[in-house]
């Protein structure tokens, strides 16, 4: 079993004051590390408040991955202005150098970011793109590159526009950027390979295929596909289907009488950008945890992790992604 770097770990449970940023919350007013695994803690408390703190400082240049899916405002119609929609920008993008001072120097930021709609009206909302441009100015990013998370299982929605009118088309996917100080921070992906295709298996087998020159201008050797790579190269559009309801982390909520996180991710797609984007050891953060799909797919993949949630029940749910770990929960 891997361990938490000692120096990132010293003084965790300690009692953390420190300033919050711009976005007024209802967190715990301290934050405590909750749940501990060999690999891993998860602090309950505000990302604010803990990257602010010395857990956030003891984190500095030690980071390889950020990986998150941050809250989302209900976007509910203001009767002046979209104070809301503005005040989310800020508070995002505010993390922006935060998150900067965690990273390796080639070191990556993850983050899922779902559409959004203009309540009441068959328009999308245009605000989590805003927040994504503030971010990256914020942080001097580089956007490495954007990928799609498709859902297949999605139900139909916004029901409105898609099922009652029939005006829109069901929304599907999330947008997924990833974003970087370096041009070039670690990345391989020869460690995300997918299985060949029948196809793919056939040709390489035959060694028959047409060579030459392709309509996309694309000039295809005579031997390109004989190598056996192991795998194909994935493409930015990553398909997850999210339906599992009976799942060893929906099993323990509801033998626990837990609420289950309504926004949980598929653990595909954290595992898919901690294989890609880091290797054993390296160091996984993610500061809105939700039911830490993230952690639990760090610890699989034996990266070391950090997650940060205000919401205790969540926390106390996310256990459940660990059987047979050490567990603790404390707040003093
Ligand atoms: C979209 S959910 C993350 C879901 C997660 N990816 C999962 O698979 O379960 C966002 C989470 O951010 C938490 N959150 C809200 N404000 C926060 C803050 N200021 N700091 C840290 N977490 C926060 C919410 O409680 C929520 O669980």
Redesign the pocket.
């Known amino acids: 079993m891997t361990t938490v770097d000692a120096e990132v770990v010293s003084g965790l449970e300690r009692e953390i004051e420190v300033e919050t940023l711009s976005?007024p919350?209802t967190?715990p007013p301290r934050s405590y590390a909750a749940h501990k695994t060999g690999s891993g803690v998860t602090y309950c408390g505000?990302?604010?408040r803990v990257l602010t703190s010395s857990i956030g400082r003891k984190l500095k240049g030690k980071v390889q991955l950020i990986f998150?899916?941050?809250?989302?405002p209900l976007n509910r119609k203001k009767k002046y202005g979209n104070l809301q929609g503005e005040a989310y920008v800020k508070w995002l993008s505010a993390f922006a150098p935060l998150f900067r001072d965690l990273l390796k120097e080639d070191g990556s930021i993850v983050m899922e970011l779902g559409n959004a709609w203009q309540p009441g009206e068959p328009v999308m909302s245009t605000l989590a793109l805003k927040a994504l441009l503030a971010f990256l100015e914020e942080g001097k990013f580089h956007l490495c590159q954007q990928f799609v998370c498709y859902n297949p299982a999605r139900l139909p929605s916004p029901a409105q526009w898609v099922n009652v009118e029939r005006i829109r088309v069901k929304d599907a996917y999330t947008h997924v950027w990833w974003m970087a100080p370096s041009e070039r921070p670690q990345a391989d992906n020869r460690r995300v390979l997918k299985e060949y295709s029948p196809a793919m298996l056939k040709l390489l087998s035959s060694k028959k295929y047409n060579s030459g020159r392709r309509p996309s201008e694309h000039k295809i050797g005579s031997k390109s596909f004989f190598q056996n790579n192991n795998g194909a190269i994935p493409s930015n559009v990553l398909t997850f289907a999210n339906t599992n309801s009976n799942d060893q982390y929906s099993n323990y909520c509801r033998r626990n009488n837990l609420r289950l996180?309504p926004?949980?991710?598929a653990i595909g797609l954290p595992e898919f950008f901690i294989r890609f984007l880091t290797t054993p050891k390296n160091l996984v953060v993610?500061?809105?945890?939700?039911?830490?799909?993230?952690g639990a797919a760090a610890e699989r993949l034996k990266r070391r992790w950090i997650a940060?949630?205000?919401?205790n029940e969540?926390i106390a749910g996310s256990v459940g992604r660990f059987p047979g770990q050490e567990v603790y929960s404390n707040d003093t």
Do not use: L, Q, V
Not at 308 to 311: G, S
């Open positions: 976005m919350s967190h505000s990302a604010e998150t899916s941050p809250p989302f996180h926004a949980r991710m993610d500061p809105f945890a939700g039911s830490n799909t993230t940060i949630e205000p919401n969540y």
